[in-house]
């Protein structure tokens, strides 16, 4: 009986074992499929500005970056601001320079259409803030990704009693790693709640990582399929308007060179202040169905034209003078 018993210990770990592993692979999957669909929709929409805000503002501040309710754009973009300039009523460059800001700066300074300011003010700040975190969250709630059901599937998995929470040894590995912050009220447990919002944080982060990776990717192909020059089957004015090679233009450049805002409302698709190399390729593409479709319905209305007019001809008499 000791003998039956001491062999149960010694497999019982090794089962848990295979348990939590076989858990976080089931959590993983879940995730990068969330995470792929995010990203493609990322990719698509074209929008950075929020992912390479968090970025440099987590570079600048590690650890400091205070949790909000993504949904709530306002509370968000106010945490940024009190960030960077804390109870001061505007964003000093001097400031952002010190502290490793400078490109994020003149980035949203551009944006926002400026001009050569020593300051960007809280509610310039916050109006931009709000409409980049908008964009990000309508990229990451498009695409038809149920992410609270792919977390409520997960959380099911790993709460082995049902009791509604997860403790212990029902974690996974990566929520272990994370409990700090995904224990949002500090309990010790994460409730279904705390738990789709992990799963929410860490898909985006994945989706971020790899829209990153896809936009590379494409940038690659594209040069490879021009010979390797870059700006290959983009006109002139983009190159010249796009100094810092980012692949993009910005509204701030082209109002600068003198070119009609019109026009560039008409280029940027996704209406964010930016026209990159994805969107005008697309716009030429429309632009080109566009003008097809216009031909199509010129000639088609020539084509019913023409009958009406052979009816509308005066009949000539037999032996009749028509004059």
Same mark, same amino acid.
């Given at each position: 009986?000791?003998s039956? /018993?001491?062999?149960?210990?010694?497999?019982?770990?090794?089962?848990?074992?295979?348990?939590?592993?076989?858990?976080?692979?089931? @959590?993983? &999957?879940?995730m990068?499929?969330?995470?792929?669909?995010?990203?493609?929709?990322?990719?698509?929409?074209?929008?950075?500005?929020?992912?390479n805000?968090?970025?440099?503002?987590e570079?600048?501040?590690?650890?400091?970056?205070?949790?909000?309710?993504?949904?709530? +754009?306002?509370d968000?973009a106010?945490? =940024?601001f009190?960030? /960077?300039?804390?109870?001061?009523?505007? =964003?000093?460059?001097?400031?952002? /320079?010190?502290?490793?800001?400078?490109?994020?700066? @003149?980035? =949203?300074?551009?944006?926002?259409?400026?001009?050569?300011?020593?300051?960007?003010?809280?509610?310039?700040?916050?109006?931009?803030?709000?409409?980049?975190?908008?964009?990000?969250?309508q990229?990451?709630?498009g695409g038809?990704?149920?992410?609270?059901?792919?977390?409520?599937?997960?959380?099911?998995?790993?709460?082995?009693?049902? !009791?509604?929470?997860?403790?212990?040894?029902?974690?996974s590995?990566?929520?272990r790693?994370?409990?700090? #912050?995904?224990?949002?009220?500090? $309990?010790?447990?994460?409730s279904?709640?705390?738990?789709?919002?992990?799963?929410?944080?860490?898909?985006?982060?994945?989706?971020?990582?790899?829209?990153?990776?896809?936009?590379a990717?494409?940038?690659?192909?594209?040069?490879?399929?021009?010979?390797?020059?870059?700006?290959a089957?983009?006109?002139?004015?983009?190159?010249?308007? $796009?100094?810092?090679?980012?692949? #993009? /233009?910005?509204?701030?450049? =082209?109002r600068?060179?003198?070119?009609?805002?019109? !026009?560039? &409302?008409e280029? +940027?698709?996704?209406? $964010?202040?930016?026209?990159?190399?994805?969107?005008?390729?697309?716009?030429?593409? #429309?632009?080109?169905? +566009? +003008?097809? &479709?216009?031909?199509r319905e010129?000639?088609?209305?020539? !084509? !019913?034209?023409?009958?009406?007019?052979q009816?509308?001809?005066?009949?000539?008499?037999?032996?009749?003078?028509?004059?």
């Amino acid at each position: 009986m000791r003998s039956i /018993v001491s062999l149960l210990l010694t497999a019982l770990p090794c089962a848990l074992v295979r348990a939590g592993e076989e858990q976080d692979r089931f @959590e993983e &999957q879940a995730m990068a499929r969330c995470a792929q669909h995010k990203a493609e929709r990322l990719v698509k929409i074209g929008n950075w500005e929020k992912a390479n805000t968090i970025r440099d503002l987590e570079a600048a501040f590690p650890g400091k970056l205070p949790k909000t309710d993504f949904k709530k +754009d306002e509370d968000e973009a106010a945490a =940024w601001f009190t960030l /960077v300039a804390g109870a001061a009523d505007e =964003w000093r460059k001097a400031d952002a /320079v010190a502290a490793g800001l400078g490109p994020m700066f @003149e980035r =949203w300074k551009q944006r926002l259409e400026l001009g050569p300011v020593p300051s960007i003010k809280r509610d310039e700040f916050i109006k931009f803030a709000k409409m980049i975190i908008r964009n990000m969250a309508q990229a990451m709630e498009g695409g038809g990704v149920d992410t609270n059901g792919e977390a409520d599937r997960v959380f099911r998995t790993l709460d082995l009693n049902s !009791d509604g929470e997860l403790t212990g040894a029902e974690m996974s590995t990566g929520l272990r790693e994370d409990k700090a #912050q995904a224990d949002a009220n500090g $309990d010790g447990r994460i409730s279904k709640d705390e738990y789709r919002e992990y799963f929410r944080r860490r898909t985006e982060m994945k989706a971020e990582k790899l829209a990153t990776a896809i936009k590379a990717n494409q940038t690659l192909m594209r040069e490879l399929e021009g010979g390797g020059k870059r700006g290959a089957g983009l006109p002139d004015w983009f190159m010249k308007l $796009d100094p810092d090679k980012e692949g #993009q /233009v910005s509204l701030f450049n =082209w109002r600068k060179a003198g070119r009609s805002t019109a !026009d560039f &409302q008409e280029m +940027d698709l996704n209406g $964010d202040g930016l026209i990159t190399v994805e969107e005008y390729h697309r716009w030429v593409k #429309q632009k080109g169905n +566009d +003008d097809a &479709q216009k031909k199509r319905e010129e000639k088609q209305k020539g !084509d !019913d034209i023409a009958p009406k007019m052979q009816e509308e001809k005066p009949k000539k008499k037999d032996g009749a003078n028509p004059l």
